[in-house]
């Protein structure tokens, strides 16, 4: 897409990217309440980019790096096939209700179907009622038959 300040590009995170994609996660996790550290958040993702263990994806907006989506590989053990996990996604407060949000679902279906996925799962904190639209909008629906349990080991 053509980089000007109307149009949403999304790019596959590379080390280049690194200060970029940590700043947007550091205030990703200080948007769930956790206490912010950059340093942390730098070395993260830079060992989910090197390693290619996951797939960060960055919204670009007039120049700037405005969001993230970061997806897990997975399995779907009934189907045997591939699927991803829509892990974080993520759109800088200053530039919401611009088409990122949506620009980065679209980019995270678009992966996950030319991989051949059978599904791209997500969750969301029951308050979270902006992103719950969002999805329900892209199609996504809700899970009436599987629910979700946590064992915290830390």
């Known amino acids: 897409m053509v980089n000007d300040r109307h149009v949403v590009e999304i790019i596959d995170a590379q080390e280049s990217d690194l200060e970029a994609l940590a700043t947007l996660f550091n205030?990703?996790?200080?948007?769930?309440?956790?206490?912010?550290?950059?340093?942390?958040?730098?070395?993260?993702?830079?060992?989910?980019?090197k390693e290619k263990a996951t797939r960060f994806f960055l919204a670009i907006l007039g120049g700037a790096h405005v969001g993230f989506v970061h997806l897990l590989p997975s399995f779907d053990t009934l189907a045997m096939r591939s699927?991803?996990?829509?892990?974080?996604?993520?759109?800088?407060?200053?530039?919401?209700?611009?088409?990122?949000?949506?620009?980065?679902?679209?980019?995270?279906?678009?992966?996950?179907?030319?991989?051949?996925?059978?599904?791209?799962?997500?969750?969301?904190?029951?308050?979270?009622?902006?992103?719950?639209?969002?999805y329900l909008g892209h199609g996504y629906v809700h899970d009436e038959v599987f629910r979700a349990y946590h064992r915290m080991l830390h």
């Open 83 to 134: 699927a991803w996990i829509l892990e974080d996604l993520f759109v800088d407060p200053a530039h919401r209700r611009c088409g990122v949000g949506s620009a980065l679902l679209r980019h995270a279906e678009a992966f996950a179907v030319r991989t051949d996925a059978a599904r791209l799962s997500l969750t969301t904190a029951h308050t979270n009622e902006i992103a719950q639209r969002l």
């Open 27 to 49: 205030d990703y996790r200080a948007f769930y309440d956790c206490t912010p550290d950059l340093q942390s958040a730098r070395h993260f993702v830079s060992r989910r980019i």
